[in-house]
Structures are given as structure tokens and as C-alpha cells.
């Protein structure tokens, strides 16, 4: 039995080194890019401000002026303490925007160059959940970027019915950490196939998602459309409380691109 669960195991892993070395070869053709030129302007076509919920990581968005900006060529997203806007008593407001029922993205590279702010509480994020807004998480969720505080790592994760549900979160590995420059811009990316999800951080692979034969349910719910969510978090259960001391916080987002390979 342990023999074949090995023999599974390399299986699964030598699937993931030969998907990763033969689509890296293949070439990527850039169909959209968000740039963020237009200074003061965030194209309400494509985004919208992310409501308020409450979830860890959305009970403090607010659609406040003040946390969102589009300069030099940068958006802007700021965490800070509520400043005493009427009627709103939480103690911090962050600012986050999405594709929501706007723009969707399948079959295809997302690439995000981004700077993160320094803090403690911080907890942005860059993520995808399903364009025709599956209940969670059977619908899948896909995590190009989380990062803590101040680390030196982010985080690149997903999530479904199989991992959260069943707890099938290492078979295969549901997640991994990559390297990131604190102080600078950085780039985070994810490969979306039909039969797995290729994560990378500066162009280094991090780790891939397979799918795979198994008689457990929704394994695989990533082979869909999704909408992109980018947004300055502040506070959960896992990143920890705010210090107002550290705040404001803001990212800057340089760009977002998305690639598709040319139809053969």
C-alpha cells in the first residue's frame, strides 16, 4: 500500500515538472493590459470597488475617495484608520477593486507587477474567484498573491470543495511561498489550463495545481471563467490585529497583463 501511494506520489509530481518545463517553452501573446495611465482614473468598465462584507478580509472595504488613487502610472490601494466618516464605526477602511461581472479571464496567463506597503496587519491581495459566482468554495478560488505584515514571502494558494471541505490539501499540494524584494516591485503570476494551474513569483516557478483522477468531488473547479480581485486587506485570524501606528498602508499596482497562447 505505502509502495503505491509512493509510486502515486512520483506520478503526480514527474505530471507537474513535465506540464511546467513543456508550456513554458510555448509562447505567451498579450490580448489585455491594464496600465493605470490615466492619471486620477480608474476605468469603471473593467473595475469596480469591492462593497463591504463580512468576511476576515472584506469587513473593512469602504468606496472612501481617500483609498484609492491612479498616479504615475500606479493604482493605488490604501488600509488606514477610519478617519470618522459619518455613520461608519469600524475602526480601519481599506480599498479594493474587481472585475466582477465585468471582465473575465480563463485559458490564459495573468501577470501583475506590483509594490506592497510595509505594516503590521497588512494583508493584500490578489485573487480570482468565478465569474458566474459559484458558491464558495465549490466554484474554486485562486490566490496569485497573499502576503502578511511585513514578509519577505508571499503566498500563492487555492481553493475548492476538495482542499477546504474535504481537506484534501496535500494531494496534490494546494500551495506554496516564493521569495519577494519587500521594498520593490514585484511580479506575480498564474497560468490557468484546463488541467492545471502553473504559479510563479518574478518569473520563478513556485509550484503547480494538477488535476487528477480521484473519486472525491471538485477536485478541480479551476477549468472556468474568473474575476480578478485586488485589494489592500487590514486584519483576520491570520494575519493578525492592525497597529495604527504602522498606518496608512498603500500598494501600488504597476500593471495587470493577460496572455493567451496563438491558436495553432
Known sequence: MKTNKFISFMAIALCMVVFTGCRSQEKWQLVWEEDFDKEGVIDESVWSKIPRGSSDWNKYMSDYDALYDVKDGNLILTGMVNPGIPDDTVPYITGGIHTRDKKGFENGKIEIRAKLGNAQGAWPAFWLLPFDNGRWPYGGEIDIMERLNSDTIAYQTVHSHYTYNLKMGNNPKQGATGPIRKDDY?????????????????????????????????????????????????????VGKADPKDLPVSMYIDWVRFYQKPEK
Open 186 to 238: 514585484n511580479i506575480y503570476s498564474v497560468e490557468l489550463y484546463a488541467d492545471s494551474l502553473v504559479f510563479s513569483i518574478n518569473g520563478k516557478h513556485t509550484f503547480t495545481y494538477p488535476r487528477i483522477e480521484t473519486d472525491k468531488e471538485g477536485q478541480f473547479p479551476f477549468d472556468r471563467s474568473f474575476y480578478l480581485m485586488l485589494d489592500m486587506q487590514l486584519e483576520g485570524s491570520w
